[in-house]
């Protein structure tokens, strides 16, 4: 079974670029999330997809993150404009079902640096 | 805000050494705490902890929860070059479903 694939896994940008992270879930998984770790912090939630529709979105650090779920498959993150502070890795995870049991897949993350 | 803080911030060993890697964590509404691996890329599951005092093993690995002191320990004994590997804490509230990391343990095991 394929794990949880997340695409590219290394993006060198300029700042002011846009960016779009990919990310495809375990299949079968409703729940999709993102996180990222910035350089010197902890992993820090962005958002929380179940199937298509985004059920808590509070991490999302501003305006300029665009993340959609069409068709409740692949994520997509989007970045736009990127700015310095946006450099770190993104991390996307997948689980089967919610709840106390819940089991979180992460995939291997895309490292972005914004120059 | 719900806070993980795990110590030592790194480490260093001898194959065969026993080491205990600690996160303490302040948070409203608990509901588990959960140990991860993470070895290149992507964190691996080891332990989910709900309960005080339960052990819950795995191999060489075994961790416990003290829900009274609001911290976790994860012991490895006997360790080999194969546990060098960052060691994340982070644990989940009863309000929704994200997790709150630590900032992780970086293990080295020499041989």
């Known amino acids: 079974e394929a794990g949880v694939t997340q695409f590219p896994s290394h993006s060198v940008i300029e700042k002011g670029q846009t960016v779009t992270l990919r990310c495809d879930p375990i299949?079968?998984?409703?729940?999709l999330y993102w996180y990222r770790r910035v350089m010197g912090k902890e992993i820090k939630f962005l958002l929380h997809f179940v199937k298509e529709s985004k059920q808590d979105e509070s991490g999302m650090p501003n305006n300029r993150f665009l993340a959609e779920r069409t068709g409740g498959t692949y994520s997509t993150l989007k970045v736009q404009p990127a700015e310095l502070e946006d450099s770190g890795v993104y991390f996307c995870a997948s689980s089967q079902v919610q709840g106390p049991n819940e089991k979180l897949f992460f995939g291997s993350g895309t490292q972005l640096s914004v120059l | 805000e719900d806070k993980v803080v795990q110590s030592p911030l790194s480490l260093v060993v001898h194959e065969g050494d026993t080491v205990t890697l600690n996160c303490s964590y302040e948070v409203t509404n608990f509901r588990s705490l959960l140990w991860y691996k993470q070895e290149k890329k992507a964190p691996t599951f080891l332990f989910m902890l709900?309960?005080?005092?339960i052990e819950k093993k795995s191999g060489r690995l075994s961790s416990i929860l003290d829900k009274k002191e609001l911290f976790s320990i994860l012991n490895i004994t006997a360790t080999q070059t194969g546990d060098s590997a960052v060691y994340l804490c982070?644990?989940?509230?009863?309000?929704?479903?994200?997790?709150?990391f630590g900032g992780g343990t970086r293990l080295m095991v020499k041989p």
């Open positions: 982070a644990e989940k509230n009863n309000a929704g479903n994200m997790l709150t």
């Open positions: 299949s079968g998984h409703d729940n």
């Open positions: 709900t309960s005080s005092g």
